[in-house]
């Protein structure tokens, strides 16, 4: 079965500092793995996705992911926080060949303070 | 940038009332999908359709729950007896344009559903 914890349901940071968001997965195979973010009262926006291929992939607003089989692991970054990166990601997992059914993680906080 | 549009985006309902959200997929997706998102908890999976076929349901979606597109462009989501652990948002999306099966899904902003 397909499982994803992101560590830290909360994570604060200042702006213009690096921001990690943790994301751990569990699948019995090849996984595609997912970064949403979801803004106040809005819907779940794609940042990024890993399917193959290169395992660090780009995402839009300067986010990045790099995806480590051996730590099977996907962890979000940014080099520098801005204060319209203040939102709730969530990590996702979803079987290798499609796009079916995504398991989210429950979602990580990230507050910018000045 | 075409996009998921759901409506209403606040629904109140007595418990043990039917209540229907409805869904604007994009309009050339093939499939589509409901979530929900119970406060404080995790974005969990509902039910898939494709070729006007549910493909692929979770637990929670009992016989209380059904999916309907009943046109070319809407897609629904009934409960038919609301309960109160029903409150929750919920998410429509859909994705996979004809010969691109592997896109991303595209998520509606939700419909916050309060069952009091």
């Known amino acids: 079965a397909q499982s994803v914890t992101q560590l830290g349901s909360h994570v604060s940071v200042s702006e213009g500092a690096l921001v990690l968001l943790r994301c751990n997965y569990s699948?019995?195979?090849?996984?595609?793995l997912f970064w949403y973010v979801q803004y106040p009262n809005q819907g779940l926006q794609l940042l990024l996705k890993?399917?193959?291929?290169?395992?660090l992939v780009k995402g839009i607003n300067g986010f990045e992911a790099e995806f480590k089989k051996s730590e099977t692991s996907f962890h979000l970054t940014k080099p520098s926080a801005h204060m319209s990166d203040a939102a709730e990601y969530f990590c996702a997992v979803s079987l290798s060949g499609g796009y079916n059914k995504l398991i989210f993680g429950a979602g990580t906080r990230l507050a910018v303070h000045p | 940038e075409p996009e998921v549009t759901q409506t209403p985006s606040h629904q109140v309902t007595q418990m043990g009332q039917e209540v229907i959200l409805r869904c604007v997929p994009i309009?050339?997706?093939?499939?589509f999908y409901w979530y929900r998102q119970i406060l404080g908890q995790k974005v969990e999976f509902l039910v898939s359709?494709?070729?006007?076929?549910?493909?692929?349901k979770s637990e929670i979606f009992d016989d209380q729950f059904s999916v309907e597109r009943p046109d070319g462009s809407n897609f629904t989501l009934k409960i038919r007896s609301t309960k109160l652990e029903d409150s929750a948002m919920y998410f429509c999306a859909s994705r996979g344009e004809q010969g691109s099966y592997n896109s991303p899904l595209h998520f509606g902003n939700g419909t916050r559903l309060t069952v009091t």
């Open positions: 699948s019995s195979v090849p996984p595609y």
């Open positions: 359709f494709y070729n006007n076929e549910i493909s692929e």
């Open positions: 890993y399917t193959t291929g290169a395992t």
């Open positions: 309009s050339n997706h093939l499939y």
